[in-house]
């Protein structure tokens, strides 16, 4: 069974910084793209970075020279660098990853439980 557990989030004031992390355990042959996505409440769930097993990475917009998406693929572990965190970026964030189990195994998409952030103004 793959776990994805996610860590980092809590209340920040606008204009700091949090850190969240996301460690994979369990049975895994590979880990391909890993992202991490955020849901306000009353929205559908965005996407806000995303980062190749060969370190690529794309951002939201409006994400884009605040938020650092990286991972280290010997500890499994893909992290989300937020700074000058603003409110609008209050939401809960989720990470993502596509992970193969075995060789003879379909890639399956996997969430974690979901970390809250919240900035307050």
């Known amino acids: 069974q793959v776990q994805l557990v996610e860590s980092g989030g809590g209340l920040v004031q606008a204009g700091g910084s949090l850190r969240l992390s996301c460690a994979a355990s369990g049975s895994m042959f590979r880990i391909y793209d890993m992202a991490w996505y955020r849901q306000a409440p009353g929205k559908q769930r965005e996407l806000v970075a995303a980062?190749?097993?060969?370190?690529?990475?794309n951002y939201q917009d409006s994400v884009k020279g605040r938020f650092t998406i990286s991972r280290d693929n010997a500890k499994n572990t893909v992290y989300l660098q937020m700074n000058s965190l603003k409110p609008e970026d209050t939401a809960v964030y989720y990470c993502?990853?596509?992970?193969?189990?075995?060789?003879?195994?379909?890639?399956?998409?996997?969430w974690g439980q979901g970390t809250q952030v919240t900035v307050s103004s």
């Open positions: 980062i190749t097993s060969g370190g690529s990475t």
């Open positions: 993502n990853a596509a992970i193969r189990r075995a060789l003879v195994v379909n890639t399956g998409n996997y």
